[in-house]
């Protein structure tokens, strides 16, 4: 039994293959062990025309056992196949061990055959070439008969059924100005015509096969030499996608979303959207979709995209982004669907207070809105009121009394407020003074850590399992291991933008903005008081509005 080298990447063990000699074993490498078992044999970033070579059953999908039996091909062709993980379309004439292959190659030469050599050689060859039979008419009569032959043949059969009454021809009716025998006449010319040249074309095509058909296995040999390995480093194993390097990306792997200030390079062309909703989710991976299109190419695509490092606080649907494909087309892109998951522990820690931010306007602005339907609603009220009642000048009288004396409450409760949080705030300032500074630090820290703790960790355990597989099974892919994205390699996968430190120059502040500043501030010490104040009184607190007690 063959010895395979094994390694460990993206969370599995997975066989190592670096030898002609591995790939002449390759179908003794039990199942079990490969990393994909089935994948669609079009759309990758390989050339349909080499991954149709591999799918020999034309079924539309690559297995193991295809991709076992063209290795075996390509080691039974080749004295040594080592030189098949170079990936070049090129071959040594020395290095060939099939007859009737290294025949054909040395007709273009002795050494080396390049693809591009091979298709000049045979675009050159010349054969023979028998001339079709003449047309029995001109093509704009041939193609004007053809168009009305069914309508003609008709009216002839009608001209029968006439003449016997049991039909009659309307006047306006298209006479085919011929009599019936020219008619079929010409039709048999036309359809003779047509078999001859078809009889010569069919000659001609197999003068051409036989001429350039013992090149057939050669230019075989060249694409294979060039895709084969290409396919095997995506196919028993996930090699290249786990290269660090951003330029070897995996076939699925279709090209570049620039977006929100990064670059993902972890993007996949999407074949099926139900099954991505359906299995994509599982991931763990913070997703989004994306409707791509190209007006210079007239094509349209959908891609998702995994996003492995910054914030998400802009990536939303409607967003706009532009996509390169491999070739280096631009399309115009859009989010269409958002797969939410943490991105990194820095975004984890800020998320709690970003809901809590998050949760504070949705109230602030719900509040506001039930309010301003309120007063419109008490205005509206008060002015039918007004334009239905008779003036009362001792009613409005008493009710001025009776808002001023509210009024004057309100402004008595609000002072003792103020007054409650200005002495909070002395004994918080005193407190503060008098505790050691290291003391505070470890207090913020253990707040900060109590709030964020667990957010982090959730997303460290979400984050170490986040697993690229069910996006693949999705678009027609077997995987048959787990394909981790753990976070030293997804931080490879996105681009962040980077500045350089610059130092920002000193601006004077307008009186306006001291204002505003001074203002702000105060709002914000105020509301944190109060919050403090309130869930921090004790239970048998008797004062009327809930604040300090001592």
């Keep these: 039994m063959y010895q395979f080298k094994y390694e460990h990447i993206g969370g599995a063990t997975r066989v190592k293959l670096q030898s002609g000699e591995d790939m002449r074993h390759l179908g003794e490498l039990d199942q079990k062990k490969w990393t994909v078992l089935s994948c669609p044999a079009s759309g990758l970033e390989i050339p349909d025309e080499s991954l149709k070579l591999i799918d020999l059953d034309n079924d539309g999908q690559l297995r193991v056992n295809e991709v076992v039996r063209t290795a075996d091909w390509l080691c039974a062709v080749l004295k040594d196949p080592q030189p098949l993980f170079n990936g070049e379309d090129k071959v040594a004439v020395a290095n060939i061990a099939d007859a009737n292959i290294k025949a054909a190659a040395e007709k273009i030469d002795k050494k080396e055959v390049t693809l591009a050599a091979l298709d000049a050689y045979v675009a050159a060859i010349q054969f023979p070439v028998e001339a079709a039979p003449e047309a029995p008419w001109d093509a704009d009569i041939i193609e004007a008969y053809k168009a009305k032959r069914a309508e003609y043949a008709a009216y002839f059969e009608q001209e029968k059924l006439q003449k016997v009454g049991l039909a009659v021809i309307a006047e306006d009716t298209p006479h085919p100005g011929m009599k019936e025998k020219d008619f079929i006449k010409m039709g048999a010319d036309i359809d003779a015509w047509e078999a001859a040249v078809a009889a010569v074309n069919d000659k001609n095509a197999a003068a051409e096969a036989a001429a350039k058909g013992e090149f057939t296995d050669l230019r ?27 330029n070897d990306k995996a076939i699925f792997q279709s090209g570049r979303l620039v977006i929100d200030q990064r670059i993902c ?31 210079k190419l007239g094509k349209t695509m959908q891609i998702v995209a995994g996003v492995t490092v910054g914030e998400i606080k802009n990536l939303k649907e409607g967003k706009n982004a532009v996509f390169y494909d491999r070739q280096g087309n631009d399309y115009d892109a859009t989010i269409t669907k958002v797969v939410d998951n943490p991105i ?11 809901k809590f931010g998050q949760w504070v ?15 419109f609603a008490e205005m509206t009220a008060k002015a039918e009121a007004t334009a239905t009642t008779p003036a009362d000048p001792a009613a409005a009288d008493k009710k001025t009394a009776f808002d001023i004396a509210k009024f004057a409450g309100i402004f008595a409760a609000i002072g003792m407020a103020i007054g409650f949080i200005g002495d909070f705030l002395v004994k918080l300032a005193s407190g503060i003074q008098t505790t050691p500074k290291w003391q505070l630090l470890v207090w913020i820290a253990g707040i900060m850590l109590v709030i964020s703790g667990p957010a982090m960790i959730m997303a460290a355990i979400k984050l170490r399992r986040r697993n690229l597989a069910p996006i693949l099974n999705a678009n027609g892919w077997a995987v048959n291991a787990d394909s981790i994205v753990n976070i ?6 996105t681009e962040e933008v980077q500045y350089p430190f610059i130092q920002m120059p000193k601006k004077r502040l307008g009186k306006g903005a001291k204002w505003a500043i001074a203002i702000a501030s ?6 944190i008081a109060l919050l403090v104040m309130v869930f921090f009184a004790p239970d048998n607190c008797q004062c009327p509005v809930h604040l300090f007690c001592k």
């Excluded at 306007?361 to 007063?375: F, M, Q, R, V, Y």
């Design 265 to 295: 390079h972890l993007c996949v062309r999407v074949n099926d959207m139900g099954k991505q909703n359906a299995q994509a989710g599982q991931s763990g991976m913070f997703l989004i979709y994306l409707d791509c299109v190209s007006k």
């Design 488 to 493: 030293p390699f997804g931080a490879t996968l």
């Design 220 to 246: 075989k040999l060249l694409l294979l030499s060039r895709d084969f390995i290409t396919l095997l480093r995506n196919f028993v194993t996930l090699e290249i996608f786990y290269n660090k390097d951003i």
């Design 522 to 527: 105060i709002i914000v010490i105020v509301a």
């Design 344 to 354: 990194s522990i820095k975004q984890a820690f800020w998320s709690p207070y970003r």
């Design 361 to 375: 306007t949705d109230l602030i602005n719900k509040s506001a809105a039930e309010k301003n339907d309120k007063a």
